[in-house]
């Protein structure tokens, strides 16, 4: 029987550039790290659960699947996010229940920003 999802891996290229997305941009905290060379696997721990782990073993990075992160101030962090490089081309996309944000991380993962309405 099926408890959780373990953990969402996305694929990096850049292991610099996609930590410094992670941890700076994002403000991340990376767990289990290690590699050599340019083989390198990350994780982050997400403060109510779940996990984001990076890797660079054969993964590539780019479209498919999308990565959706529950935030608490989806304008606030939209608008932190734009002032270090991250483009919205959808803007915001309201639903009947939420609000979205379409981006992508540094590899070309895409990533949607998800904020519930006030009940």
Not at 78 to 107: Q, W, Y
Request: aromatic content about 6%.
């Amino acid at each position: 029987m099926i408890k959780k999802v373990a953990f969402t891996m996305l694929g990096m290229t850049d292991v610099a550039r996609a930590r410094k997305f992670y941890e700076e941009t994002l403000g991340l905290t990376a767990g289990l790290a290690g590699g050599k060379g340019d083989q390198w696997y990350i994780e982050y721990d997400l403060p109510e659960g779940g996990c984001i782990a990076l890797s660079s073993f054969g993964n590539k990075p780019g479209p498919g699947s999308t990565l959706a992160l529950e935030v608490e101030d989806l304008d606030a962090l939209m608008e932190c996010l734009k002032a270090a490089g991250v483009e919205f081309k959808a803007g915001v996309i309201p639903g009947p229940h939420c609000r979205m944000a379409p981006c992508s991380d540094s590899e070309g993962n895409p990533l949607l920003l998800h904020q519930l309405n006030p009940k």
